[in-house]
């Protein structure tokens, strides 16, 4: 059974079980920081409330046997131990079950908590990590060796993300197809990097052929995934690099890592070695054993799965009305993947501000959030792979996404009420614990500065103010409850 094997591939077999384990123990870092406050009892958009409302909608989830907080924490923790014994390689060096099982629990918790997770969940990339990670379990361990349909399956997610996300922009924003979208992109992202203002300002015939450059690698590089070595090492290459130029340039939390990853999935150990040598020692003599016949058959049900799941996504890619980051099944397989159709043009922030002056006009103090835009002078973080989901929140609020107003409301009241698990997720909190009088949130138009204007002030952006969102508003105003 030659055709079941893929003996050049213990590398990118290595680099996705231990790879895809970290991410998921970075994402179950994020629940245990930071579920509890935002979606928990008295969090901002309650679960149990979710859970009343939506019933079998919410998709596959054991909050709905029973949800409390206890719960969440205990289903991080695991996830924790379970993304770390991967990470360090354990269960890989049992029987192709060992591995199959952890992964599929892995799998199985964070899809529970995706599930109930709403806005705070309701990113692309939350779906591409359970898929990754479906996936990683049919990898084996270091009994057998990598499974070439598995690695397949891998390509065929990775075409998606890249395809996907270069035809939903030539379809979405003349900016894409002007080559103007850099022009803007920097500055309006959602999460600004340290470098991201650098990369503003690098002069704009470059930025035209960064968004040339970004169309072949995403539009016609793909299709070299599925050709003989070294083509298709030399597309995963490609790939890496842009990805990294994007970890560069912004923070899109595991997104651009969690596709770096899948790009290796067409890396032969024999292309790697050739581009160091140093590392043909430790790739010669790998397991070339195919498995035992259960191993063959449920790898071949996997892939005939994946086949099925594929109709939907495949069609969504050559439709003129393509979705972006679509789930076409309640266990978020088979879904579509794509990102930034459409660039905005000018970045607004919601700032948050308190006061304990009865009147409100004077002595406003700001809270800060970790990772967003807030005081001028203060060098964007970088964040990424971790999720700041309030800061992204945040961010949707700012462009008038509707359904980010209900858990706002809510926010604005913890912060009244000095609620310490919601303090926890801000930078810095003017009041230092203590309650606040009054709160209000205001609209400010950003850019940042130019070089003359940095250099002169320090600061990285300015700001000016462009509206009122809420407030001001005191703790009997903002309503009770919760």
Not at 124 to 129: A, K
Not at 263 to 270: K, L, T
Not at 336 to 350: C, H, L
């Amino acid at each position: 059974m030659e055709w079941f094997t893929a003996d050049n591939y213990d590398a990118a077999r290595f680099v996705l079980q231990r790879g895809i384990a970290a991410l998921y123990l970075i994402a179950f870092v994020a629940v245990l920081r930071q579920f509890v406050p935002l979606l928990g009892t008295r969090g901002l958009l309650p679960v149990p409330d979710f859970l009343e409302r939506a019933g079998s909608r919410a998709g596959p989830t054991l909050f709905r046997w029973r949800y409390s907080d206890r719960l969440v924490v205990a289903t991080a923790w695991a996830g924790i131990a379970g993304s770390l014994t991967l990470v360090v390689g354990l269960p890989q060096q049992g029987p192709p079950w060992v591995p199959l099982v952890t992964f599929a629990l892995l799998y199985l918790m964070y899809l529970s908590v995706v599930n109930v997770g709403q806005v705070f969940y309701g990113f692309g990339w939350e779906s591409l990590l359970l898929e990754a990670g479906f996936l990683a379990a049919f990898l084996g361990s270091n009994d057998v060796a990598p499974p070439l349909l598995v690695l397949l399956a891998f390509r065929w997610l990775l075409f998606r993300v890249e395809f996907g996300a270069g035809m939903i922009k030539m379809r979405g924003d003349r900016a894409w197809r002007d080559l103007t979208a850099l022009y803007y992109h920097h500055e309006t992202q959602p999460m600004p990097g340290p470098l991201s203002w650098f990369f503003h300002h690098l002069p704009r015939p470059l930025h035209r052929i960064e968004v040339l450059a970004n169309h072949v690698v995403q539009l016609v590089v793909p299709f070299a995934l599925f050709l003989p070595q070294p083509i298709a090492s030399i597309a995963a290459g490609l790939m890496i690099l842009t990805q990294l130029w994007l970890v560069l340039s912004g923070n899109f939390a595991w997104l651009n890592w969690l596709t770096m990853l899948l790009a290796f999935a067409a890396v032969g150990d024999d292309q790697l070695v050739a581009l160091v040598p140093a590392l043909g020692p430790v790739l010669d003599g790998g397991s070339q054993a195919t498995g035992a016949l259960w191993w063959v058959i449920l790898v071949g049900v996997m892939a005939a799965v994946t086949v099925v799941l594929a109709v939907r996504p495949a069609l969504n890619l050559i439709s003129a009305n393509q979705a972006m980051n679509a789930s076409y099944n309640r266990w978020h397989l088979g879904g579509a993947y794509g990102a930034f159709g459409s660039i905005t043009r000018r970045r607004e922030e919601v700032i948050v501000e308190g006061t304990n002056d009865p009147d409100g006009r004077t002595g406003w103090q700001e809270y800060v959030f970790r990772g967003k835009p807030g005081p001028v002078k203060r060098w964007p973080a970088q964040v990424a792979p971790y999720h700041l989901r309030l800061d992204w929140g945040m961010w949707f609020l700012a462009l008038g996404s509707g359904g980010q107003h209900r858990w706002f409301t809510v926010f604005l009241r913890r912060l009244l009420e000095a609620d310490r698990r919601t303090l926890r997720l801000l930078a810095r909190d003017p009041f230092e614990g203590r309650r606040p009088r009054w709160v209000r949130a205001r609209v400010f138009r950003y850019r940042y500065s130019t070089w003359h204007e940095w250099r002169a002030s320090g600061h990285w952006w300015v700001r000016t103010v462009s509206g009122n969102l809420a407030g001001p508003l005191t703790l009997a105003a903002s309503g009770t409850g919760g």
